[in-house]
């Protein structure tokens, strides 16, 4: 298995509230993604990273902000924490071009 | 924009039968990637199929294999012999050439009967 985790696994926190998800890779791929899962939506792709510091938007980053300091750690926050963020969220770690994607368990974050 | 998308939300197929699952896409680019994953009911994200856009021949990997139409935007999965194990849900993605940006479709069930 690719050596990729994240943490929580399970949240529950309050509207309002800043929440911060960790993915960690012992890969060292380069690119790292942030996905939330919803019914009816798939995965849509949050914020990727493609290096230390090195960041960019996805379809639907409104609301959240990423950080990558280290080549092995991808920040994923939720400044406020709404419930339409509720939803299942993966982390993808990767090399370039066709490479396969590695996905994390999933962190499964319930906004109430 | 790059866009993909899954038109079946859901499919059925009988055990031993042969399924495709349609996918489209939207780019500018010329070069790109595309793929197939395919997610269980564990959540797990399996590779299934790869394709690389400069390449004419249509990707095989056992029993799957693809229909990679480039001008028309189309990459559908064809599943042969389906077996109760290949129920999931199926993504079709797409990778930029450049940027190496991933993403999704919204996925198709895939249900299997014996």
């Known amino acids: 298995d690719a050596g990729i985790t994240q943490s929580p696994r399970h949240k529950v926190t309050e509207t309002g509230t800043p929440v911060t998800l960790r993915c960690h890779q012992t890969?060292?791929?380069?690119?790292m993604y942030w996905y939330r899962q919803d019914p009816g939506h798939g995965l849509r792709l949050i914020h990727y990273s493609y290096g230390v510091k090195d960041t960019d938007k996805g379809e639907v980053s409104d609301g959240y902000s990423v950080s990558r300091s280290k080549t092995e750690d991808f920040l994923l926050t939720l400044e406020s924490a709404t419930s339409s963020q509720t939803s299942v969220y993966f982390c993808?770690?990767?090399?370039?071009?066709?490479?396969?994607?590695?996905f994390g368990q999933g962190t499964r974050l319930t906004v109430v | 924009a790059q866009t993909v998308t899954q038109s079946q939300p859901e499919m059925s197929v009988q055990e031993a039968e042969t399924v495709t699952l349609s996918c489209t896409y939207d780019t500018s680019e010329s070069d790109y990637y595309l793929f197939w994953y395919k997610q269980p009911p564990s959540r797990q994200m399996i590779l299934v199929i790869r394709q690389e856009a400069y390449k004419q021949q249509n990707a095989t990997e056992n029993r799957f294999s693809v229909n990679f139409q480039k001008a028309a935007k189309s990459f559908s999965l064809k599943i042969s012999d389906s077996q109760l194990g290949d129920a999931a849900m199926y993504f079709c993605?797409?990778?930029?050439?450049?940027?190496?940006?991933?993403?999704f479709g919204t996925g198709t069930r895939l249900q299997v009967f014996p």
């Open positions: 993808a770690i990767s090399k370039q071009g066709s490479a396969e994607a590695f």
């Open positions: 890969e060292n791929h380069r690119y």
């Open positions: 993605a797409y990778r930029t050439y450049n940027t190496d940006k991933l993403i």
